[in-house]
């Protein structure tokens, strides 16, 4: 994989070459970020810049500095490549993850009962499922092992696994890297790392790939380097939605502003396309706003019928275009990026909320994705946050329950 091929992450691409051509690369890197956002997909890219033939006849150092230690017989022949040539050999073994010096290891599940699994029994699935869901979570890699309800771990077995193959010498490029996806689910078998990770053998890194630092054990983060990898962009991401997807820039624009910068959970929207929010969202005001008890309950029920990830994309849609209407009462029309369905909708939003009301409105909606996150009962949500949008648009009460 190249840093061109990754949607929205023009600067952390950069800030990550500068850190290997300038000799500023820790022992080991933890990259931070939410899901979707391609964290992944940049361990894989970086990994294969490294090993770049062709980066490595530009940048020949005696020691193969990438650490900061002092860099002898520096032979530069002319600038650094902004990518990886994906052609070279090494390239084209990192592309098919294949790579003899760039190591894998990732949650799993046990195939037979009392056997301690680890990275290597599940290769060559890894490698498919690293092709056709770059984007991928957790819980669509264990779903394509078919682990069903059997929660994935990081065993005892697998941190030894790694200890062994990172102190052989390395095949063909003097650097081994190892990716570390999900470090959460390492818990205390981790411990088992820390002296590899402190002290690691000559020319090895390890890329740490992690969608909550809190869940890490404390030891293994003080000794990382942290790289905080950002939300991608509405406007980035559309555009990649458009190329990549073949959608309208309407569709597209839908996608974006739910998805909120998670390029995984916009493919998921595109391809349920049939869920129509702004008649889900115009019939949950018109109950609530005209005193329609009856089909407030039936709206509820259905709702809550619906799947997490559903219920989630509602809220950020309804959230959504919140903004979109607080925009329009301080900006022009054609500074806003929304199809026009949504700003027609946005006006009729105006028209019964105040800048007050809607921001009211915006802080529930998210204390409500909050929660929904945390497995909230759905009905009681839904019921509770029909109310308080009822108190906060009919009896303009700003300041609830918090």
């Known amino acids: 994989m190249k840093f061109k091929d990754i949607s929205g992450q023009i600067e952390t691409a950069l800030h990550l070459r500068e850190m290997a051509n300038n000799n500023r690369l820790g022992h080991a890197l933890l990259f931070l970020s939410k899901e979707g956002t391609g964290a992944l997909s940049l361990a894989l890219a970086f990994s294969q810049y490294l090993v770049c033939e062709k980066r490595k006849s530009i940048f020949q150092p005696k020691n ?12 530069t022949t002319g600038e650094f490549p902004d990518d990886s040539c994906g052609e070279c050999p090494s390239c084209i073994r990192a592309q098919q993850f294949i790579h ?81 996806w999900m470090p959460e689910y390492l818990k205390k078998e981790g411990n088992k790392l820390l002296k590899l990770i402190e002290e690691p053998p000559a020319d090895t890194l390890f890329i740490l790939v992690s969608e909550s630092e809190d869940l890490i054990l404390p030891t293994i983060v003080s000794r990382c380097q942290l790289i905080k990898i950002p939300a991608i962009e509405t406007n980035a991401l559309i555009e990649t939605l458009i190329e990549k997807q ?46 329609m008890f009856t089909e407030q309950v039936k709206w509820i029920d259905e709702m809550s019928k619906l799947g997490r990830e559903k219920q989630k994309q509602f809220l950020r849609y309804f959230l ?83």
């Open 64 to 75: 193969n500095a990438l650490f900061g230690e002092e860099i002898l017989d520096e032979l």
């Open 100 to 180: 003899p010096d760039i190591h894998f290891s990732y949650p799993v599940i046990p195939k037979k009962s009392g056997v301690k699994p680890t990275s290597a029994d599940f290769g060559s699935g890894w490698k498919e499922f690293l092709s056709a869901t770059p984007y991928g979570n957790v819980f669509d890699w264990l779903q394509f092992i078919g682990a069903e309800n059997q929660q994935g771990n990081i065993t005892a077995e697998e941190c030894m696994d790694i200890i062994r193959k990172l102190n052989l010498k390395s095949f063909e490029n003097g650097l081994k890297i190892l990716i570390l």
């Open 246 to 291: 073949q959608v309208s820039r309407e569709t597209a624009s839908q996608a974006a502003a739910i998805a909120a910068g998670n390029y995984r959970e916009a493919l998921q929207i595109i391809r349920e396309t049939e869920e129509d929010w702004q008649t889900t969202l115009a019939n949950w005001l018109n109950f609530s706003m005209k005193n």
């Open 320 to 402: 959504h275009l919140c903004e979109i209407s607080i925009r329009l009462k301080v900006m022009n029309t054609e500074e806003i990026t929304a199809s026009q369905k949504e700003i027609d909708f946005a006006k009729r939003i105006n028209k019964v909320a105040s800048v007050n009301q809607l921001e009211a409105i915006a802080a529930e909606l998210t204390h409500a994705i909050y929660f929904i996150e945390r497995n909230a009962n759905a009905k009681l949500l839904f019921h509770a946050l029909t109310i308080k949008l009822h108190h906060i648009i009919q009896q303009k009460t700003l300041i609830l329950t918090s």
